[in-house]
């Protein structure tokens, strides 16, 4: 398999533009087929979500035959730089449904607004997120991390992949749910919170499976349960939260293609139409299980819904508990 390079998309030449804009449209088309691709992937390199879109980028590449670069921006300025780029179907941004839904909730500074600023291509995929914590704390089950939690109010540290991250919405909830005070830590990616985690530095966080799916096999970290409705294949001996007696903490990682405002819709219609023709392929859906990842191909209605239903359900929770990025 080829290694999709992290990098930026090189600036096209006035010239070149100019040409473009004279050609025929069949030949606008080829040469729009001939640029690179910009996948937008506003995670640290080597997290789940980034070995998530590269295998996505690579099957994109070959249905699209047109070359398809992943560019990792941390963040919020990852979704920034999607949120200002030219809307001219080349450059897309691999998101989160939660964070769609929540970042405005979450700070009124932002320098851009998701519902003004994107819109949908399609939905690609849910990774179901496991609750671990630091092997060396010898807890076993949700029931001893929150009766350690309970003697120790205010010790314990959670990482996350940021202040307005899923990772950090989980455990809030989770926190809730169980009545527990453990404190924020926010990094600028979840790899960085997990290597504190395995460290000691940090105790607690939840996290996609194929982030920390080598550190349960190694023992580094200790799997407490999954926040999905139901078990994951590849860890089936670990229970659910509500099986745990949390019922409430749910946190699938949905996450979809999205495209500035103005992208015209036949370059989103194309995009979206090789989305779900490459994420039905078994090789691709044999990778991305291989992760942890279910393959959800859908419409980019369908991503639009799960973001209002993300955000009907977050919403209260967030202003009933005063969760703030800054907090």
């Not at 999607?82 to 998101?95: M, Y």
């Not at 500035?260 to 023709?277: G, N, S």
Request: proline share 7%; hydrophobic share 45%; glycine share 6%.
């Amino acid at each position: 398999m080829n290694a999709i390079p992290i990098t930026a998309i090189t600036a096209i030449s006035t010239l070149a533009l100019t040409c473009n804009a004279a050609a025929p449209a069949s030949a606008q088309a080829q040469t729009a087929a001939s640029r690179p691709l910009r996948i937008i992937v506003p995670y640290t390199a080597g997290s789940s979500s980034d070995i998530r879109g590269r295998i996505v980028a690579q099957a994109l590449a070959a249905q699209l035959e047109q070359p398809v670069i992943i560019d990792n921006r941390p963040g919020i300025a990852g979704a920034d730089i999607l949120a200002k780029a030219t809307p001219d179907g080349q450059t897309t941004g691999f998101l989160n449904a939660t964070v769609l839904a929540t970042a405005t909730l979450l700070s009124s500074t932002l320098p851009y607004d998701p519902d003004r600023d994107y819109t949908a291509v399609a939905l690609i995929s849910n990774s179901p997120e496991v609750l671990v914590t630091d092997a060396k704390l010898n807890l076993n089950s949700v029931a001893e991390l929150i009766a350690h939690a309970k003697a120790n109010p205010g010790k314990l540290n959670f990482g996350s992949a940021g202040a307005t991250s899923l990772t950090r919405l989980a455990m809030e909830l989770f926190k809730i749910e169980a009545g527990v005070n453990i404190v924020h830590v926010p990094y600028k990616g979840i790899g960085l919170a997990i290597n504190d985690t395995i460290g000691g530095r940090v105790q607690t966080l939840i996290s996609d499976l194929s982030g920390v799916q080598p550190f349960i096999r190694s023992g580094a970290l200790k799997a407490l349960a999954v926040t999905s409705a139901r078990r994951i294949p590849l860890l089936p001996e670990v229970p659910t939260t509500a099986e745990a007696g949390l019922p409430k903490v749910l946190s699938d990682n949905l996450t979809g293609l999205m495209a500035p405002i103005a992208t015209p819709v036949p370059a989103l219609r194309r995009l979206h139409d090789a989305v779900v023709v490459a994420l039905k392929k078994p090789a691709v859906v044999q990778q991305l299980t291989n992760q942890g990842v279910i393959p959800t191909p859908a419409s980019a209605d369908e991503f639009r819904k799960l973001v209002r239903d993300e955000r009907a359900r977050w919403a209260p929770i967030i202003k009933a508990h005063g969760i703030r990025a800054d907090g």
